[in-house]
Nanobody
């Protein structure tokens, strides 16, 4: 199974920023679609942002548009999620996941977390004053 490790979470005040990292080991990220998801207790896991294997296509959930930026550095085998203007409602455990490219639109893939097979362990993001 693909191994992914998230880092960069923590506590931040509203309006602050964080950069989450998703690093892969034992495999190369180049050929995979990577997604960032988040989950709070009692709620379903939500696809926040996804990026195609080439990096040429991205998707953001409406609540993330304008504040989240997903990027990938295949040379470093890492995908990033820059989160700016953080809000208390962004508080969640953030997970990255990998899936093989398909013909389905990125939006469709990102909205179906149950279809992804390789997940990291998650990193907690807490936004409060």
């Amino acid at each position: 199974q693909l191994q992914l490790v998230e880092s960069g979470g923590g506590w931040v005040q509203p309006g602050g920023s964080l950069r989450l990292s998703c690093a892969a080991s034992r495999f190369t990220l180049d050929y995979y679609v990577i997604g960032w998801f988040r989950q709070v207790p009692g709620k379903e896991r939500e696809g926040v942002s996804c990026i195609s294997s080439s990096g040429g296509s991205t998707y953001y959930v409406d609540s993330a548009k304008g504040r989240f930026t997903i990027s990938r550095d295949n040379a470093k085998n890492t995908v990033y999620l820059q989160i700016d203007s953080l809000k208390p409602e962004d508080t969640a455990v953030y997970y990255c996941a990998a899936t093989t490219s398909s013909r389905a639109p990125l939006q469709t893939i990102c909205r179906a977390p149950a279809s992804w097979r390789s997940w990291g362990q998650g990193t907690q993001v807490t936004v409060s004053s």
